[in-house]
């Protein structure tokens, strides 16, 4: 599966983004996905990841909304009222499962995408 990220950008705090993420292969709706982020001098972390149920870190809840279009092989992470400390790259992932679980560490996924720069200015 390969894994092409798109929709970063500059935007002001309490803008909004909608960042997508194009999966190749014909087994899309058999992978669980998830968005994730790093900002410089962090460690990457959990944003959102949907598998048969979608959740969500605590810091985006209420703001961040994750969705996936199974005919498109694509997933979308909606961000909403975004603030500075959002500012990060962001990357999603994808790991062959089809379940409940919804997996929140980077080590749980089978392939990655190439980042989107997001920037939030105050």
């Known amino acids: 599966v390969q894994l092409q990220a798109s929709g970063g950008g500059l935007v002001q705090a309490g803008g909004s983004l909608r960042l997508s993420c194009a999966a190749s292969g014909r087994t899309f709706s058999s992978y669980s996905m998830g968005w994730f982020r790093q900002a410089p001098g962090k460690e990457r972390e959990f944003v959102a990841g949907?598998?048969?149920?979608?959740d969500y870190a605590d810091i985006v809840k209420g703001r961040f909304a994750i969705s996936r279009d199974n005919a498109k092989n694509t997933v979308y992470l909606q961000m909403n009222s975004l603030r500075p400390e959002d500012t990060a790259v962001y990357y999603c992932?994808?790991?062959?499962?089809?379940?409940?679980?919804?997996?929140?560490?980077?080590?749980?996924?089978?392939?990655w995408g190439q980042g989107t720069q997001v920037t939030v200015s105050s």
């Open positions: 949907i598998s048969w149920r979608i």
């Open positions: 992932a994808a790991k062959y499962y089809s379940g409940t679980r919804v997996y929140k560490d980077t080590y749980d996924y089978d392939y």
